[in-house]
């Protein structure tokens, strides 16, 4: 009883005691955190940090989407370095070797594909009039040109546009459009060349030193995962490259078969187009439709339905056995991720949600599947 009146009375002076003062007075209440000014204040200012937040994101957005290409890229190149490691170099020599291999690759499409583009771009806008002209031979598309005038309206436009030779400057936007389109480019292709040769020598640091924050007991665990799932993001890259090599070739021995010019440019072309996700296929046969055209109407509608019906093979037969004896991720996953990815973060989403969903699959039935089986 002694104790607790004691306590009571030392908790009641503590109470009544008075606030500490300083030399510049003393010190107020503290604020009352139940009152409604207090919580709107608190509350609109997370929400106002929230959209500048958002605000900030979404200005640098596009220095983001450089960032995870070069990511992308780094991770993607990284199963070459670690086999040319195995044979005994050093990383940084390792890294030298496939660097100097892409820049070679850059410098030889730029002087074999860029001659042959400008020369048949330009050939294609001469023949362009006379290719609609020659679309009015065939009776079915005659009728709609005379119901509909759709020849008649694409003739006129494309006079309007070609008339005074400056269709690349309108499409572009004018002088200093074209130019702010190249300066763009280059800087953009400068940023993801540096960024993936620092992301691709620091990977092994740069996993070392998430690692270093997961706990002791889990880290051995948590390691083998990641370095799988850097792997599977590997086998994306090169069963992507593997892809294109296949489409290539294909329009190399149809470019070869029909006759048309630089077939081997066509074929770099189709290549490149081929690394894109979705889209790729679709601009790769855009090109070589427009290519064909230049020849003949009829080569065109050939070269179209050819590469076409090789897209369709491709996407239901190749790819979904590519991606699951590689990644082992189905078929179905692969493009329901791919248009997923794509609707979400574009052209970046499409070509991070095939190995986001290896990841995930990975994860699930490493950790979550043995969990649920255990419980």
Same mark, same amino acid.
């Given at each position: 009883m002694a104790i607790s009146g004691r306590v009571k009375k030392v908790s009641k002076q503590a109470d009544t005691a008075p606030l500490p003062t300083s030399e510049f007075g003393t010190l107020g209440a503290p604020i009352n955190r139940a009152h409604p000014f207090y919580f709107g204040f608190i509350a609109t200012f997370g929400a106002l940090t929230a959209i500048l937040?958002?605000? %900030?994101?979404? @200005?640098? #957005?596009?220095? *983001?989407?450089?960032?995870l290409i070069a990511l992308f890229l780094a991770t993607g190149l990284n199963p070459a370095v670690e086999a040319l490691r195995g044979k005994k170099l050093s990383r940084a020599m390792a890294v030298?070797?496939?660097?100097? @291999?892409?820049?070679? =690759?850059?410098? *030889?499409?730029?002087?074999?594909?860029? !001659? !042959?583009?400008?020369?048949?771009?330009?050939?294609?806008?001469?023949r362009a009039p006379q290719l609609l002209n020659d679309l009015t031979n065939? +009776? %079915?598309?005659?009728?709609?040109? +005379?119901? *509909?005038?759709?020849?008649? $309206?694409?003739?006129?436009?494309?006079? @309007?546009?070609? #008339?005074?030779?400056?269709?690349?400057v309108t $499409? =572009?936007?004018g002088v200093l459009g074209v130019g702010k389109t190249?300066?763009?480019?280059? =800087?953009?292709?400068?940023?993801?060349?540096?960024? $993936?040769?620092y992301f691709i020598t620091s990977l092994p640091q740069a996993i070392d030193l998430g690692l270093s924050l997961v706990p002791a007991s889990r880290r051995d665990r948590v390691g083998r995962l990641t370095h799988a799932i850097i792997a599977r993001v590997? @086998?994306?890259?090169?069963?992507?490259?593997?892809i294109a090599i296949m489409a290539a070739v294909f329009v190399l021995i149809l470019s070869i078969i029909l006759g048309l010019p630089s077939p081997f440019a066509i074929a770099m072309i189709v290549f490149v187009c081929g690394l894109i996700p979705l889209i790729g296929h679709f601009i790769g046969s855009s090109i070589v439709t427009i290519i064909a055209l230049t020849q003949s109407v009829p080569l065109g509608l050939i070269a179209f339905v050819a590469y076409v019906f090789y897209v369709q093979i491709e996407n239901y037969v190749v790819t979904p056995r590519i991606m699951k004896k590689t990644m082992s991720v189905p078929g179905a996953v692969t493009i329901i991720a791919a248009l997923i990815g794509s609707s979400l973060l574009g052209l970046?989403?499409?070509?991070?949600?095939? !190995?986001?969903?290896?990841?995930?699959?990975?994860?699930?039935?490493?950790?979550?599947? !043995?969990?649920?089986? #255990?419980?």
């Open positions: 937040l958002m605000r %900030a994101l979404a @200005s640098v #957005s596009q220095i *983001f989407v450089l960032i030298t070797i496939i660097f100097t @291999s892409v820049i070679a =690759f850059v410098i *030889f499409f730029a002087f074999v594909v860029a !001659p !042959p583009v400008v020369t048949q771009g330009t050939q294609l806008i001469n065939y +009776e %079915a598309i005659n009728k709609l040109n +005379e119901q *509909f005038g759709l020849i008649d $309206t694409l003739q006129a436009k494309l006079k @309007s546009v070609t #008339s005074d030779g400056t269709l690349l $499409t =572009f936007g190249i300066l763009s480019g280059f =800087f953009s292709f400068l940023t993801v060349l540096v960024l $993936t040769l590997g @086998s994306f890259v090169g069963s992507q490259v593997i970046v989403g499409g070509l991070l949600a095939v !190995p986001v969903a290896a990841a995930i699959i990975l994860i699930l039935d490493e950790v979550v599947i !043995p969990r649920a089986k #255990s419980s």
